[in-house]
């Protein structure tokens, strides 16, 4: 998956998210509780989006010649400030109504939704050309880790890695029901980042490979002197 392909992806997760929340809002005030955690993890999946959005086409720039450069502009309007401002009145208010939220909320939807299509009708395909034309940029020109990605899926990680199966337990993550969902996606409905996931994954593979080479070590130093037994 390269990095276009990522954002693509980051896409359709937004709009299952707005899907969500459009339906929610036809309900009443009786899903105002369904409406509040899926705003707040629309909030993360957004912010995890532009950043990853930007980097990109920061890195697609220092290839571009000013002509092409004039083309790019990223614009993400207001969309995150209206979030911020939606999980504020989803804490202050002090009943269950929607009077206030929805109007905004219903801006939201329809903004993120007319600007994700922009991105992918104009953007998108300017930032697919680079890629095709300087090969050095993918996915991990805007990933920080070496072994795992966000786009892993739970029972990919544990195959690799087994000894990453207890930390998903001590986080709540039900192997058998979310095995098949990408570390972004369980980590957003947990309230986490996803790097914050991935390092804390990072870590605990990293002491296993260090336990590893411990045992390593202690197996050696107990054979050399059986060996020296039964040499002499």
């Known amino acids: 998956m390269n990095a276009v392909e990522r954002l693509r992806r980051d896409h359709a997760l937004l709009r299952s998210k707005l899907d969500v929340l459009e339906s929610a809002l036809k309900m009443g005030p ?12 629309l909030s993360r ?17 220092k290839a571009m010649n000013p002509k092409v450069l004039a083309e790019v502009s990223v614009e993400h309007h207001d969309e995150p400030q209206h979030l911020r401002t939606i999980n504020r009145l989803f804490v202050r208010a002090s009943q269950h ?15 993120l939704r007319r600007h994700m299509t922009e991105e992918e009708r104009e953007l998108f395909p300017l930032l697919e050309r680079t890629l095709a034309e300087h090969g050095q940029f993918n996915e991990s020109t805007t990933s920080g880790s ?10 990919c990680v544990i195959q690799q890695y087994p000894r990453t199966k207890p930390l998903f337990e001590r986080l709540f ?8 969902t990408c570390l972004d996606e369980v980590a957003w409905q947990r309230g986490m ?17 260090c336990q590893g080479s411990e045992v390593s070590q ?12 039964t040499a002499g």
């Open 173 to 180: 993550i039900n192997v058998s029901m979310e095995g098949c």
């Open 97 to 111: 109504s929607l009077e206030q939220i929805t109007p905004v909320l219903t801006e939201v939807i329809h903004g």
């Open 218 to 229: 202690s197996t050696k130093s107990v054979s050399a002197p059986e060996d020296a037994r």
């Open 45 to 61: 999946q957004l912010r995890d989006h532009i950043r990853r959005e930007e980097e990109l086409v920061a890195a697609c720039r």
């Open 146 to 155: 070496n072994r795992l990605e966000e786009v892993m899926t739970v029972n």
């Open 30 to 41: 009786e899903t105002w509780y369904v409406l509040r955690e899926v705003c707040f993890t």
């Open 193 to 209: 980042e996803a790097r914050d996931l991935i390092h804390k994954l990072e870590a605990a593979i990293s002491s296993c490979a």
